[in-house]
Structures are given as C-alpha cells and as structure tokens.
C-alpha cells in the first residue's frame, strides 16, 4: 500500500507540476483522515513513511472539508481561506500559496482525499482540474486492489499463526475435566490468606491452582449467571494455552488474576459488576500463548504476528487467543449474558489486555495523575473509571515486585532468565542485545531493579494506593524491596569502585616499557 501511495504522489505531482502532494485515506470507523507518508521535497525518493502515523477528524481542514461533501476544491491564495489550517506551515515553515484538493471514490463511496500544494508556476487550472479528476478514477482503483492485496497477505499471516497454535496447543481434555471437577473446594484456612498482598501464589500446588482460579471467581461473581462445567473448561483450557516459557507462563498468569482478585476484594473501588469481570477475565487470559520474547523482538525477526498487528504484537494476539477459548464448546462463560453484555465484556476484556504493553502505561497513568492530583477524579465517570482498570492491570502485572524478598527475588531470577534467552537468541542473529537482556551483564542486575522499580512500579503502585488506599501494601512491599535491592547496589559499587583503585595501583608499579619499578 505505501508503494502504491508514493507512486500515486509522485505521478499526481508531475500531472499538475505540484511542488508537495499529500494523500489522506478515510478511516470510516473513527470517521477521521489518517497518512503514513509525507512529501517532503520534489521527487518521489523524498516521500518517506511517517514513524508514526497522523489522524484528524474528517471534518477538518481543506481536505476535511472535501472528505465531508465530496466537492473537489482549487484554492488559488489559501490564507484567505477559512478552511484552510495554517498548523501545519508554522510547525514545517512550508509557505501554502495554492491547493488542489479531490476526492477519491472507490464504488461511487469516498475512500480518501489527494491534495496537491503549490503549483510551480501560477496557480493550478481548469485543465488541472480535469486532468486530476481522470487521474482520480485510476488512483482510486489502484488503491482499492493495493488495499484487497493488504488484505489477502493479511489472511496468510493470521493462516500461518492459527497453524502454529493449533500445532501447539488444544482444549482441555475430559479426563482434566472430570478430575478437577473431583476435587473439594478450597475453603476455611486453605483461603484465609488469599486476600492479602502479602500472599504468595507460587505457595499453592500446580494442580490446586485452577481450582483456586475458580474460587476466586465464585467468591467475586458467584455463580448466578455462569455456568460450573464451562468456567472449570475455561480455566483448564486457558491454564493449557500458556506455553512452558521460564516467566510468562501459566504461573505468572495465575498471580496477576489472584493480585486482581485483591483488587477487588477491597471493595474500596466504584467498578460494575462487568468491569470487575472483565479486568479478573484479563488477569488470567493476558499473556495467552506468550513466547517469552517482546514485541520488538517479534517486529525484529519479522514473525507472522509482527504483520498481522502493528502495534501492541503480543497483546492483541492474547486477547485472539482469549476469544478463541470462549468460542469453543462448553467453554464460553459468558453465555447466559445478553448480546449487549457480552460485547461490552469482551471490549472491557480487550482494553484491559491491551494495556498490559508497558508502552501505553505512561499515557495512561499520566492522565490519571492529572485527574488525581488537581481532585477531579470521579468514580463515576467512565473515562476516569477504566483509566483505573488499565491501571490496575499494570500493577497486577508487576505483583512480583511487591512480594516477600524471598519470593521476589527468586521471581527476578526467572524473568531475567526469559529475557536473557532471548539475548542469546539475538547475539546468535548478530544483534548486540539491550543491556537487560545481555546475559553478559549480569552483574547489573541490582542497579537495573532498582531503576525499574523506581522508574515504574512505585510510580505505578503509589497512584493507585491515592485511589484505593487498601491497595498500599503494594506500596510498602515495593518499598521494603528496594532499600534490599539498593543495598546490593551499593556492594557492588564498592566492589568495582576497590577493583578499579587496585587496577590503577597495579599500573603505577609498572613503567611505560612494562617493567615493574623498583
């Protein structure tokens, strides 16, 4: 499609003798104008894609206005044009004199806007005009058949993906059914720890844990409007989704659903019933499938998901994933739920998935600091409520970090085990990986914890503990573990501190020939 769209620029360029082409595609579901490539200069060579790419409401600007009512627009001074937004020419320091903006259509229905700036001499014509139009015709088609062909690689990535997992993975079987079913119900002292923050998950017993996931969900929900067979087939399916990676596996999944579930037992939160539903759902299902690899890794080495999704690789797929599980037999546990109901929890579901990518924490936790701090957050409002949700996910998602030292330090070991792995697997390609993912830098582990818990998790934890205070033991945990952690710090600054002085000794002994001084 980008190939397309610079050949579309470029010859456009030529056709009219435009200085700048620029080509907005319509987005008809958020109703916006969005381009991945600019013009920046004279040549097809200087239209580069965007890192990121630019939206606008449909109803903006010069094109915005074309995209509205279809009407084709040749502006000979466009200062003296209300339509026309100067934005754009005080960021660049680009002079807009004239524009030829059309649309394009594809079956009779607008599909973008072409916008030619500046004619090279004068100002664009009538005969500009028609000669744009006729070129409009056929952009519209290459466009349409550069979009079909998106789509048809598109459907042999997802292809070789659903492959993959189905070689891999399957549902649960009737024998894992019919046993856990078996088991008693965990009850009295067996549970009377689980809501604390304190508690450790790790503790329970590999074959315990899907029925402890099952208790925390009746505790939460309680059973009126789900189904027992389905929710033990979900879990057990979902427990076998989960790939035998060193840290993302079905144990972590397990410990950020039961970090949630104290979330939620505070009851000092304003979260519907399908909210709390749909941020315990995520918990257990939002790291389906994990290959123990980052989405850069994965945009890296070009793997099929890299070109299904182009952001957020891993997350989508989890959530992928997670409806996969709910459309098998006896295995959706939303069933007794309305239509309505059941797409607003799988939105909720996916929302809350999604924002587990440590890439949208910052945005997120920034704009609920706002709120926080000049005391306009209002449980009521929806907005400010799932900044919440995907607030909390983050904070379940790092529970290791606020763990007993014992617990959270043997957790680290395991999570740098998977990022070093992945390192290796990187020098194997002849890529020098990132320091934490560099084996060979072992030795800074206690300095890399304790940035990360300052730079993240306290940050992260200290929020949330502002707008439910019972979730502070959060905080203290994160705090008790970084004054242990800023220790070993400290040590090993000595260490290397004493070394360098000896090294230094050592080489005043030694002459410039290598000789030892006498």
Not at 188 to 212: A, C, N, Y
Not at 254 to 260: P, T
Request: aromatic share 10%; net charge neutral.
């Amino acid at each position: 499609m980008d190939t397309v769209i610079m050949k579309i620029m470029d010859f456009a360029k030529r056709l009219v003798k435009a200085d700048r082409a620029s080509l907005f595609l319509l987005d008809t579901v958020t109703k916006e104008l969005y381009a991945r490539i600019f013009d920046t200069g004279s040549s097809a060579h200087e239209s580069n894609p965007c890192a990121k790419e630019i939206r606008f409401p449909m109803d903006v600007g010069v094109a915005g206005f074309v995209a509205t009512t279809g009407e084709t627009l040749n502006i000979t001074d466009a200062y003296q044009d209300e339509r026309f937004n100067r934005d754009v020419d005080l960021k660049t320091g680009y002079k807009t004199k004239s524009l030829l903006c059309m649309p394009i259509r594809i079956r009779g229905s607008i599909f973008g806007v072409v916008q030619m700036v500046n004619k090279l001499q004068g100002t664009f014509t009538k005969t500009d005009e028609e000669s744009f139009e006729t070129f409009a015709v056929y952009c519209g088609l290459a466009l349409h058949h550069a979009k079909l062909y998106d789509k048809i690689r598109k459907s042999e990535q997802k292809y070789k993906v659903a492959l993959e997992v189905l070689s891999y993975h399957n549902q649960c079987s009737e024998e894992e059914y019919i046993k856990l079913k078996s088991l008693p119900m965990p009850c009295g002292r067996q549970v009377e720890d689980i809501p604390k923050f304190t508690f450790s998950p790790w503790s329970i017993e590999e074959e315990q844990k899907s029925l402890h996931v099952v208790y925390m969900f009746k505790d939460l929900f309680g059973l009126e409007k789900f189904d027992l067979s389905r929710l033990y087939r979900f879990t057990l399916t979902v427990k076998k989704n989960y790939r035998k990676v060193p840290y993302h596996n079905w144990d972590h999944a397990f410990s950020v659903a039961h970090a949630m579930y104290c979330i939620l037992k505070t009851q000092e939160h304003s979260f519907t019933q399908l909210e709390s539903l749909a941020l315990f759902v995520a918990c257990l299902c939002h790291d389906l499938d994990h290959r123990g690899k980052t989405n850069a890794f994965m945009v890296k080495s070009a793997s099929p998901l890299a070109a299904i999704y182009t952001t957020s690789v891993m997350e989508h797929h989890h959530f992928n994933q997670t409806v996969s599980i709910l459309q098998q037999d006896n295995h959706n546990i939303l069933k007794e739920f309305t239509s309505e109901e059941y797409k607003t929890v799988l939105r909720y579901i996916k929302d809350c998935i999604l924002a587990t990518d440590l890439a949208l924490f910052f945005g997120n936790k920034a704009k609920l600091k706002e709120w926080q701090d000049s005391k306009e957050f209002n449980w009521k409002s929806i907005e400010h409520r799932h900044a919440v949700m995907y607030h909390s996910m983050t904070a379940a998602d790092l529970c290791s970090m606020y763990k007993p030292w014992s617990t959270c330090t043997q957790l680290v070991h395991v999570i740098m085990e998977e990022f070093w792995q992945q390192g290796d697997e990187e020098r194997d390609q002849g890529i020098t990986p990132i320091a934490m993912m560099d084996r060979t830098k072992a030795d800074q582990l206690p300095e890399s914890q304790v940035g990360f818990i300052v730079g993240i998790c306290l940050p992260c934890y200290e929020l949330l503990a502002q707008i439910i205070p019972a979730s502070k033991p959060m905080v203290d945990g994160a705090l008790s573990n970084l004054s242990k952690w800023q220790e070993l710090a400290d040590a090993n600054k000595k260490i290397k501190e004493k070394a360098t002085m000896e090294s230094n000794k050592n080489n005043r002994k030694v002459d410039k020939n290598g000789n030892l001084k006498l």
